[in-house]
Nanobody, 126 residues
Framework: QVQLAESGGGPVQAGGSLRLSCAAA????????MAWFRQAPGKEREFVAA????????SYGEGLKGRFSISRDNDKNMLFLQMNNLKPEDTAVYYC???????????????????WGQGTQVTVSS
């Protein structure tokens, strides 16, 4: 059974930083592309960042590159999201997602991902 467990969320003031972690179990982590999505109240789940199985390619949602950084540790089955200069509009539940690294998929879409965590709340106050 695949399990993705996010941690590291919480309250933070605008301009602050948080580092989210996602611990993966039950899958061959190094064979999966991984991503972060977020969902604010009343809004659709949106793409935040993705990283290929080996970490060689990274993609970011619009306006997030430069503030957010995705990384992974395949030896420890861990995915990370470093978030700097946080803004109130970054407030959301952040989800870790994974998909096997094959096939032509739109990695910006929620539909590309087979596995999801339960999410971790990030609340940025002004």
């Amino acid at each position: 059974q695949v399990q993705l467990a996010e941690s590291g969320g919480g309250p933070v003031q605008a301009g602050g930083s948080l580092r989210l972690s996602c611990a993966a179990a039950g899958l061959t982590f190094r064979s999966h592309h991984m991503a972060w999505f977020r969902q604010a109240p009343g809004k659709e789940r949106e793409f935040v960042a993705a990283i290929t199985w080996g970490g060689g390619r990274k993609s970011y949602g619009e306006g997030l590159k430069g503030r957010f950084s995705i990384s992974r540790d395949n030896d420890k089955n861990m995915l990370f999201l470093q978030m700097n200069n946080l803004k109130p509009e970054d407030t959301a539940v952040y989800y870790c997602a994974g998909t096997p690294a094959y096939g032509g998929k739109d990695y910006y879409s929620v539909d590309a991902y087979d596995y999801w965590g339960q999410g971790t709340q990030v609340t940025v106050s002004s």
